[in-house]
Every structure is written in structure tokens, then in C-alpha cells.
């Protein structure tokens, strides 16, 4: 691998553009890592995203060049990505939708020689006719991708299965935490850790945990169901859920109605505050690639019981108790038993930390993706 690498053109140094739509946290914390170290090791790199997106991750501050294109499908959406994508040696989409805007902004002569990387963070849910219609974008983005980089195996073999010519496994590194400072004593954590559990009203009782937009997909109705079984418990354990979505208004209206020990918190910014007051994590998804909570979870040594979809069990490996999705009395009976062994869950935790230990690494992340930029940049030699 060059240390500085060149474009196809002979001109130095690479540019890259990367292009991110409605992207989750998780992808756009992976584009700000991953632009940070390509332009560390002499890439240029440009984000197209969302006007709201450089607020939040801040693009140029690690190097970047930032270019505001709205993530739109009409012909103005295409064309300004276009236009931005002029003059690149290979542009890298961020999802489904943003790979198929990508594509569609390389159609032409300028753009006909520019090799397309696709990363895939996620798969959508649907049923119906739009199930067939995201069939076919799923297929018009593979087949349009010179490598497809699928972030757990299961969608590596979906892009397959859509008939993607190169399709590879590329686990994404979620960033560490930077410092901030000197690290608090262990007092000082213990205090803040009673401090949060307090306020959550779970200073006697067990503190459950889980995290994630409130939509169908994450598998809150089978928590709240699941729920029921700790209602008769002495104490009663508590189940906080830090996130926002469509479905909070029916949530708690089951909890209200059903009178479950559950509260919704709502969004938060000190997730990692919540994880060290926790005593379990829950993760009751329909499916997961690399759960960002997850991997929180597993780093901080929380105990996780998660449901066996996606690519899930390839993530945590035996650091989390995985449960069948839909079970809900096979989840409340899981989370139970470990509230009553805290053995078990010490075990888990370090489990979870030596899993953890595993994982890429940013460095990992980036060296995995310039070597693939490399192989589509370098000109061909002559036999």
C-alpha cells in the first residue's frame, strides 16, 4: 500500500468522494473516522451529505472538505451530487439509497470510468410492494458497485444473492471515545453512577437499559412484553429506553395502561453515563449488523442480552446472552437469570471486554478501506 496514494490520472493525491444520505448515527460516525484517517495518509476526501450533518460531525474539522447536497432522488438532488463527484478518482456511497444516488450521478461520460465502493450499514424492513421495490434498488445498486462492503456477512451475502460482482466483509470500527481529560477516580464514577441511578429512580432496584429509535424494527413491543414478567418481582427491576420515534406514543400507552415499570427517556446525549449506571443492556431488535449500543455495551463491560438476528452473534461471539427473536417469555426469562447471578454476570462482562478487544480498530477500518480504493485506482499494467 502507498503511503501517499496517487489517482489513476498520475496525479497525486487520491480524491475521494464520499456520500452519505438519511444515514444513522453509526454511518455518519464512520464517514468522520474514516475521512480523518484516508486524509491523515494523504487522501483527499469530500462528504456530500446533509446541510445538518456537518453540525453535527464536523467533517472539516478532521480535514475534510464538506459539500452540502441535499439527499434527494430528483433530477436537482442528482445533479448537485453530480456536480460535486466531478473531477473524483472514486466515490464512496454510504448505504443503500446514497449508493444509488451515487450511482446515478456517475452515469455518463464523465463518470463512466469512476469507480463506485458501496458500503451496506443496514438492510430495510419492509413488506408488500415496497418490499419489491427495494428488491430492485437493492439489485440496481449491487450490479452498479465495482466492490460492495457489506459491514457483517449477512448483508456480504445479501449483495451477493443481488448479484453484486465483488461483495467482502468489512466489519466498521465505531470511534473511541477521545480524552477528555485526566480519568475520574473510582469514587468519583461510583458517585456518578448512584447520581444517575437516583435520578432515575433505581437506587434500590435492578436498572435495565436499552437504546434505540422507537420504530418497529427495534423490538420495543416484545420489551414491553417481556416486561410483565418482572412486574411481581421484589424489587422491581426498572427498564429505562434512551431514543425517540414514531412509535413512543404507543408505547407509552401500554406502559401507562399495562402499568409496566418502563420509562421512556426519550433522546440522550450521555448514553455512556446510562450504560455505567446499568446493570444489563437489552437489545430486543427485529435485526442488527453491528449494533452501536451493543458494541458500548460489550466495551464497557455491561452485561448484554440480545436477540440471535443479523449479525449479531458474529459481533459479540460469546461475550452476550443471545435469545431467538419474537420470545419474548425466552428474553424475560434470560434477563432474570442473570439478575440473579451476578457471577454469571461478572463472567459476561469480561466475556464481553476480551470480545471487544477483538474488533478492528479505526486504523483497522481505514487500511481495509484504502487498500480497496488502491485496487480500483492503480492503472492497469500491460501483460
Known amino acids: ?85 466531478w473531477g473524483a478518482d472514486l466515490v464512496h456511497a454510504h448505504g443503500l439509497r446514497a449508493g444509488l444516488r451515487a450511482s446515478m450521478a456517475l452515469r455518463g ?21 415496497r418490499a419489491g421495490l427495494v428488491h430492485l434498488m437493492e439489485r440496481r445498486v449491487a450490479r452498479a458497485a465495482a466492490v460492495v462492503l457489506g459491514v457483517c456477512s449477512d448483508l456480504v451475502d445479501r449483495a451477493r444473492e443481488r448479484g453484486a460482482r465483488d461483495a467482502r466483509l468489512a466489519p466498521v470500527a465505531i470511534p473511541r471515545p477521545r480524552p477528555g481529560g485526566a480519568p475520574s477516580a473510582p469514587e468519583d464514577q461510583e458517585s456518578k453512577r448512584d447520581k444517575e441511578r437516583a435520578e432515575l429512580g433505581a437506587v434500590d432496584r ?38 425517540e420515534g414514531d412509535q413512543r406514543p404507543a408505547l407509552q400507552r401500554r406502559i401507562d395502561s399495562e402499568l409496566l415499570p418502563v420509562q421512556l427517556l426519550g433522546r440522550r446525549d450521555d448514553v455512556p453515563e446510562l450504560l455505567a449506571a446499568a446493570d444489563l443492556v437489552v437489545l430486543p431488535s427485529r435485526w442488527e449488523a453491528r449494533s452501536l449500543i451493543a458494541q458500548e455495551a460489550l466495551r464497557a463491560g455491561v452485561p448484554l442480552v440480545a436477540t440471535d438476528t443479523g449479525g449479531t452473534r458474529e459481533l459479540v461471539g460469546s461475550g452476550a446472552e443471545l435469545v431467538r427473536y419474537g420470545d419474548a417469555a425466552a428474553l424475560a426469562r434470560t434477563v ?5 447471578d451476578p457471577a454469571r454476570r461478572d463472567a459476561l462482562a469480561a466475556a464481553g471486554r476480551v470480545q471487544a478487544a477483538g474488533w478492528p480498530t479505526e486504523d483497522d477500518t481505514v487500511a481495509q478501506v484504502l487498500s480497496v480504493y488502491d485496487e480500483l485506482t492503480q492503472p492497469v499494467q500491460p501483460a
Request: glycine share 10%; net charge neutral.
Open 206 to 243: 435492578p436498572l435495565l437499559l436499552a437504546v434505540g429509535r422507537l420504530d418497529l424494527g427495534q423490538g420495543h413491543d416484545l420489551l414491553l412484553d417481556a416486561a410483565h414478567a418482572w412486574c411481581a418481582r421484589d424489587p422491581q427491576p426498572l427498564l429505562a429506553i434512551a431514543g
Open 336 to 340: 432474570l437469570d442473570l439478575l440473579a
Open 1 to 85: 500500500m502507498s503511503s501517499v496514494p496517487t489517482s489513476s490520472h498520475g496525479q497525486s493525491p487520491l480524491r475521494t468522494v464520499q456520500v452519505l444520505g438519511h444515514g444513522s448515527a453509526g454511518s455518519a460516525a464512520h464517514v468522520r473516522s474514516l475521512a480523518e484517517g484516508l486524509v491523515a495518509r494523504g487522501v483527499r476526501v469530500t462528504v456530500c451529505a446533509a446541510p445538518e450533518a456537518e453540525q453535527t460531525y464536523d467533517f472539516t474539522g478532521v480535514g475534510a472538505r464538506f459539500t452540502p447536497v441535499a439527499p434527494r432522488m430528483d433530477p436537482a438532488g442528482v445533479a448537485a451530487l453530480r456536480s460535486a463527484c
Open 109 to 129: 461520460p464523465r463518470g463512466a470510468h469512476v469507480p463506485l465502493v458501496i458500503t451496506w450499514h443496514t438492510k430495510a424492513h419492509t413488506a408488500g410492494a
